[in-house]
């Protein structure tokens, strides 16, 4: 059975740094893309960052130059780090993976918060 695990979120002031984690059960090798996702309250679900099995990525605008994905197949775990960070990046952030014909995952989600 395939989970997904998110970690690392918490309560940052604005200009501060988190990484977040997602250890995915069974590997990460399964997963031709796995991303992060964030749901602000009130708001549409929406793509914060991708990366591929072969690494290449993919960035929101609003977080190009500010968010780093990242993937570590040894330990099955994919990373978010995320600098300077705004209020506006308040959210649950989900982490998603596509498995081919199985569909996609997705993680618990872990609450973000920057105080301004």
């Known amino acids: 059975q395939v989970q997904l695990v998110e970690s690392g979120g918490g309560l940052v002031q604005a200009g501060g740094s988190l990484r977040l984690s997602c250890a995915a059960s069974?590997?990460?090798?399964?997963?031709?893309?796995m991303g992060w996702y964030r749901q602000a309250p009130g708001k549409q679900r929406e793509l914060v960052a991708t990366?591929?099995?072969?690494?290449?990525?993919n960035y929101a605008n609003s977080v190009k130059g500010r968010f780093s994905i990242s993937r570590d197949n040894a330990k099955n775990t994919v990373y978010l780090q995320m600098n300077s960070l705004k209020p506006e990046d308040t959210a649950v952030y989900y982490c998603?993976?596509?498995?081919?014909?199985?569909?996609?995952?997705w993680g618990q989600g872990t609450q973000v918060t920057v105080s301004s």
């Open positions: 069974g590997g990460i090798l399964r997963f031709v893309v």
């Open positions: 998603n993976g596509v498995v081919p014909v199985y569909g996609n995952y």
């Open positions: 990366i591929s099995s072969n690494s290449s990525t």
